[in-house]
Nanobody, 120 residues
Framework: QVQLVESGGGLVQAGGSLRLSCTAS????????MGWYRQAPEKQRELVVG???????KYVDSVKGRFTISRDNAKNTVTLQMNSLIPEDTAVYYC??????????????WGRGTQVTVSP
């Protein structure tokens, strides 16, 4: 079992910044991918960004240049710095971890989610 604990999120005005963090504990796969999905009301959950334990990253086009993900393998922590936020970024953000280095496919564990709200 793996547990994911998220922190960060909240309410910010458009143009502002927020930081999300997620720490994994338990039986963590030695080679894994962590990152964030998000789900806005009445929309499907979408992959926002992922980072492999080797440091390879993938961003959805809509956040490129605004969001930056980093990870500390020693602490099993990923951090998402979100800048220049826009109302369309409003969603519940879910931390995830999956075995291996693929971007899509089955997610092994999810965090509980944290709300990000961007006001106009």
């Amino acid at each position: 079992q793996v547990q994911l604990v998220e922190s960060g999120g909240g309410l910010v005005q458009a143009g502002g910044s927020l930081r999300l963090s997620c720490t994994a504990s338990g039986s963590i796969f030695s080679f894994n991918t962590m990152g964030w999905y998000r789900q806005a009301p009445e929309k499907q959950r979408e992959l926002v960004v992922g980072i492999t334990s080797g440091g390879y990253t993938k961003y959805v086009d809509s956040v490129k240049g605004r969001f930056t993900i980093s990870r500390d393998n020693a602490k099993n922590t990923v951090t998402l710095q979100m800048n220049s936020l826009i109302p369309e970024d409003t969603a519940v953000y879910y931390c995830y971890i999956k075995a291996g280095g693929t971007w899509y496919g089955k997610v092994d564990y999810w965090g509980r989610g944290t709300q990000v709200t961007v006001s106009p």
